[in-house]
């Protein structure tokens, strides 16, 4: 598996609503981060997080695609 594009050292915060499928772009290289755009991650190997909320409210979802926790931010970002 390639290593993913870091997007930005920091995440994205974002609205989301409960139960509605989101899909997290995990190669990094989407142009509508932080979900997939369809078509950057081909060829990557890697591929996008489907995941919904449980909730409607504001998320983080994570940046710098290093989370132990995707697509959540779980601040491995303030370590790189
Ligand atoms: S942005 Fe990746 S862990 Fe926080």
């Known amino acids: ?19 509605q499928p989101y899909l ?7 142009g509508n981060q932080p979900f997939c755009d369809k078509s950057s991650h081909k060829d990557t190997g890697v591929l996008p ?3 919904t909320v449980e909730t409607d409210g504001t ?7 290093k989370t132990k926790n995707p697509p959540f931010c779980d601040q ?5």
């Open 76 to 80: 491995t970002h303030k370590s790189l």
């Open 24 to 30: 997290y772009c995990s190669c990094g290289k989407s």
């Open 49 to 51: 997080r489907k995941f």
């Open 1 to 19: 598996m390639n290593e993913p594009n870091m997007p930005q050292k920091k995440p994205y915060v974002v609205e989301l609503k409960a139960d």
């Open 59 to 65: 998320y983080k979802l994570c940046g710098c695609k």
